[in-house]
C-alpha cells in the first residue's frame, strides 16, 4: 500500500512559479511510475506529465510541454513537479498518482494523494 501526499500549492501571480511535491509513505516508489494530473472546476480530469519508475523516460501534455517539468528523487520517495510560466489556465487542484503503467490516462493508476490547490491569479 502506497500512500501520497502532495504539497507546494498555493496562490501565484501569472508567469510565476511552483513547486509541487509528491511524497510517498509505506511503501517504495522505486517501482512504479507516478503522474500528474489536475482537475479545474467545472472541468473533466487531465493528465499532465508522468515520469518512468527509473526517471528515464517523461511525457508532458501538450498544454504544459515546455513550462513544467517532472522529476524524482528515488532515495527520498518523492516526485517533483517543477511549474513555470504559469497561466491562469493553470488553475487545478494537482494530485500525483502511482500506478504500474505509463500512460496519461487516470484509471492506470493505484494509488492517489488528496490533490494540492494551485490559483493562479494577479
Known amino acids: 500500500q502506497v500512500q501520497l501526499v502532495e504539497s507546494g500549492g498555493g496562490l501565484v501571480q501569472p508567469g510565476g512559479s511552483l513547486g509541487l511535491s509528491c511524497a510517498a509513505s509505506g511503501s517504495s516508489l522505486d517501482y512504479y511510475v507516478v503522474g500528474w494530473f489536475r482537475q479545474a472546476p467545472g472541468k473533466e480530469q487531465e493528465g499532465v506529465s508522468y515520469?518512468?519508475?527509473?526517471?528515464?523516460?517523461?511525457t508532458y501534455a501538450d498544454s504544459v510541454k515546455g513550462r513544467f517539468t517532472i522529476s524524482r528523487d528515488n532515495s527520498k520517495n518523492t516526485v517533483y513537479l517543477q511549474m513555470n510560466s504559469l497561466k491562469p489556465e493553470d488553475t487545478a487542484v494537482y494530485f500525483c498518482?502511482?500506478?504500474?503503467?505509463?500512460?496519461?490516462?487516470?484509471?492506470?493508476?493505484?494509488?492517489w494523494g488528496q490533490g494540492t490547490q494551485v490559483i493562479v491569479s494577479s
Open positions: 515520469i518512468s519508475s527509473g526517471g528515464g523516460y517523461t
Open positions: 498518482a502511482a500506478g504500474p503503467i505509463g500512460t496519461m490516462e487516470a484509471r492506470s493508476y493505484r494509488y
